[in-house]
């Protein structure tokens, strides 16, 4: 039982025409591992991640979730398999740490039940898990980007689902900061036995830290681990290759026009 | 440091509560004769009275007209709030929605339809409705047709755009109405308009208060429902809510609470906008288990210090209460946001 993808096709739909952003997919997301998804700008990327959201709806082919299509669970149960860390979103940010992370429970809740002692211990775990004990009475908008990106990550965490899917959490975030979260997510995979997926455009870091890369070009999708995808030659042509090009020795992008050459 | 501002919140919630009767019965108090609490508790809660005439006053006049101020009050601002997070805008209010431009339009049509299309209609149609039956139909037909609007698309922006439409319809209707009708007809919609708390009869009150009772305690029911929505709306899918179904649900609510609160005592503006953004100053939160109650309160300690001043205390005149809440409420805003400096949904 994984998340899947039955020749899944991705994309926007109007009322008369469709316009398809990738797919087909026919892939299985390996249980309990760091999955990472590549692909340069409007690549789909993000589609992928909200049709699994079901904020979108897939063109064709269908998304299983332990092998039942996701449109066919009841939102509140899907909201006990997969939480989210989005990008751009609207969010007030009048709550504290505690208060933000305490949202993860909702699906645990009843109509205006008071949280429960394992709610509580929850929230509890998953601030100190993302090392947040010292701003759990901070405000969300008094928080750096780092701090905030691990906030959200807390508050997916005591959401408690086996799946976590992550857009993009590296972007604003500097070196150190994306060391910190690489290991965490790698922490979360290994000691919660979290299913991770995750976009970013640091492939580099993704070589290096993913158990598997799902590589999104214009025209196909591949899907392996990274030494295998490197074999297969697959980083090569992700960019147009007058600019970047892949150097496997260093599994590093180097520009063409930059000093180095 | 948590257990210290728990401590501050339950003063703040005590001061609340001890504001709220004060202003209670000083609205009670104040008016064109003037009453001590002294005689009105004793009227109230004593055996027997010594003053037959300010009994009647009281009983018949002044308690009503303080119950309502509560309902109303407590009513504009819990569907203000409901509207501010629905709609993730800090300037959306009870009446973004067009309700109560509907409702004018409602009352416009019965007070100055009646003389200018009077001609036209059977005298029965006429002289059997009432303002607030106008005004009703006119509010609940523009909820009627947004939360039907709401069903068929997804974006809440565009409903907020819908509602403003709505009202600019409305308003066209009435500009139109207004100048074509008589200068006493046009003299009573404008008094209507005033807003008037002390009309109401005990039955009315009865109504006007199941009506708010019943949205304020949906609203209650998706106390977390609403703190998610916080977190905007893909969040909020994946936490498992059915935004559609909770976005109707809210906008029902606020329509049963905003719609009658129009149609029996007029369109009273700026309190639902302004209550929530007060009580997230203070309690300097988003949370809705704070601020469901707290708006519920302050918003009817709001409206009776707003009556009381309206009643200008030793004078026989009675200003519009629609003004009032403004002018005492503006610059409440306006020192809190200066004050805090920081503003947040």
């Not at chain 2, 109230?44 to 009994?55: H, M």
């Not at chain 2, 707003?306 to 003004?323: E, F, R, T």
Request: charge should be positive; charged fraction near 15%.
């Amino acid at each position: 039982m994984a998340l899947e993808f039955t020749d899944l096709i991705i994309g926007y739909k109007d009322r008369s025409k469709s316009q398809q952003i990738a797919g087909p997919f026919d892939l299985k997301i390996p249980e309990k591992k760091l999955t990472a998804v590549i692909g340069k700008n409007g690549s789909g990327k993000t589609t992928l991640i909200k049709t699994i959201g079901q904020q979108l709806t897939s063109l064709e082919g269908d998304v299983l979730l332990e092998g039942q299509s996701l449109k066919n669970i009841p939102s509140n149960q899907r909201a006990r398999l997969l939480s989210f860390v989005f990008t751009t979103t609207f969010s007030s940010e009048n709550m504290t740490v505690n208060e933000l992370v305490a949202l993860g429970r909702y699906p645990f809740l009843n109509w205006y039940s008071k949280p429960s002692k394992k709610d509580v211990e929850c929230i509890r775990e998953a601030i100190v898990f993302t090392a947040l004990e010292a701003l759990a009475s901070t405000k969300i908008y008094a928080l750096s980007d780092g701090q905030k990106q691990r906030a959200f990550i807390a508050r997916a965490l005591a959401q408690e689902t086996p799946y976590m899917i992550l857009d993009e959490p590296m972007s604003h975030l500097d070196h150190h900061h994306k060391a910190q979260l690489l290991s965490l997510m790698k922490k979360l995979v290994k000691e919660k036995n979290k299913t991770i997926v995750y976009t970013t455009h640091d492939i580099e870091k993704a070589i290096t830290n993913a158990d598997f890369i799902l590589a999104l070009t214009e025209d196909k999708s591949f899907f392996n681990t990274p030494e295998n995808l490197i074999k297969e030659g697959v980083f090569d042509n992700l960019f147009p290759k007058e600019q970047v090009y892949f150097d496997p020795a260093t599994t590093q992008f180097l520009y063409r026009d930059s000093k180095s050459k | 440091m948590t257990s210290s501002i728990n401590t501050q919140r339950k003063i703040r919630y005590l001061l609340l509560g001890v504001l709220f009767f004060m202003t209670f019965f000083i609205n009670i108090s104040f008016g064109s004769v003037e009453i001590s609490i002294k005689t009105i508790l004793e009227s109230v809660f004593g055996p027997t009275t010594q003053n037959s005439q300010l009994d009647y006053i009281i009983h018949h006049y002044r308690i009503p007209k303080a119950i309502t101020a509560v309902i109303v009050g407590a009513g504009l601002s819990i569907s203000g709030l409901l509207m501010q997070t629905l709609f993730k805008n800090p300037l959306a209010g009870p009446y973004v929605l067009g309700i109560s431009s509907g409702a004018s339009l409602g009352a416009a049509l019965y007070i100055m339809g009646a003389t200018a299309l009077g001609a036209f209609l059977p005298q029965w149609l006429i002289g059997n409705w009432s303002t607030t039956i106008a005004a009703s139909i006119g509010s609940f037909s523009v909820l009627f047709i947004v939360a039907t609007v709401a069903t068929r698309i997804k974006n809440t922006m565009a409903l907020l755009i819908i509602g403003l439409m709505f009202g600019s319809l409305s308003s066209a209707v009435v500009s139109i109405l207004a100048f074509f009708s008589s200068k006493e007809s046009l003299q009573k919609f404008v008094f209507w308009t005033y807003g008037n708390l002390g009309n109401l009869a005990l039955s009315d009150i009865g109504i006007l208060g199941l009506f708010v009772g019943i949205g304020s305690f949906v609203s209650i029911l998706n106390t977390n429902a609403l703190n998610a929505m916080l977190l905007g709306n893909d969040y909020a899918i994946s936490l498992g809510i059915s935004l559609k179904k909770t976005s109707l649900i809210i906008l029902i609510a606020t329509g049963l609470i905003a719609g009658s609160i129009t149609a029996f005592v007029g369109p009273i503006a700026f309190l639902g906008l302004a209550v929530p953004h007060i009580c997230r100053l203070i309690w300097n939160t988003s949370n809705h288990k704070i601020l469901i109650p707290t708006s519920l309160l302050m918003g009817a300690i709001f409206m009776l210090i707003s009556d009381s001043i309206a009643q200008l205390p030793g004078s026989a005149k009675v200003l519009p209460i629609n003004a009032i809440t403004a002018l005492f409420g503006s610059p409440i805003v306006i020192w809190l946001l200066v004050r805090k400096k920081q503003i947040q949904l």
